[in-house]
């Protein structure tokens, strides 16, 4: 992984189109199981709409998918100038087999390591969907659920970027991911 890197990002086309679709659908289907898990009082006015989820128009302002060939490593990440800070247990994130909290350029930076891309692409960005801070979420207004994996953490991220095996929840904005994962594509 030294040397020259050519940065590979993935056709914003088919594959980011279906990688959402499936995004999407999962979403929709967990806020769906979830109002039936709460009975059929759901606590709305008859006539109020609960919302089918985020479209993948939102998603795509809120993340992207990059690097679909490359294994990262936690020293990866370390070389590309993020300084981790506190590994998090990995039972609450599904298939994640690595956790850490840390920083980039003055801002925090969840990342979750994935078996392969396949698994960061699905419940990755899945579980990654469910934790940001999206304005199209909770009526607009920030809730708690969008925090990262440790139970206390009072960070609230507001994008995401699948990068080959990894998913990185970042503070602010999507270019604070993209940021980073162009240095990390140069190191």
Not at 12 to 28: D, I
Not at 74 to 103: M, R
Request: net charge negative; glycine share 12%.
């Amino acid at each position: 992984m030294h040397g020259a890197v050519t940065a590979q990002f993935s056709n914003p086309g088919r594959t980011r189109r279906r990688g959402l679709l499936l995004l999407f659908l999962a979403v929709s289907m967990m806020v769906s199981l979830g109002l039936v898990a709460c009975g059929s009082n759901s606590g709305t006015a008859p006539n109020e709409s609960v919302g089918d989820g985020p479209t993948d128009e939102e998603l795509a302002t809120v993340s992207t998918t990059m690097y679909p060939d490359r294994m990262f490593t936690l020293e990866d990440f370390t070389a590309a100038g993020w300084k981790k800070s506190k590994q998090f247990a990995t039972d609450t994130v599904p298939g994640a087999t690595d956790i850490w909290y840390g920083f980039y350029a003055q801002r925090d930076i969840e990342v979750r390591f994935y078996a392969s891309h396949a698994e960061a692409s699905a419940q990755g960005a899945e579980s990654a969907a469910g934790a940001i801070d999206q304005k199209f979420r909770e009526g607009g207004q920030v809730g708690a659920s969008n925090r990262g994996a440790g139970a206390s953490a009072v960070t609230k991220y507001a994008a995401f970027a699948v990068l080959g095996n990894a998913v990185v929840l970042c503070e602010l904005n999507l270019e604070t991911c993209t940021t980073f994962a162009e240095a990390l594509a140069g190191g």
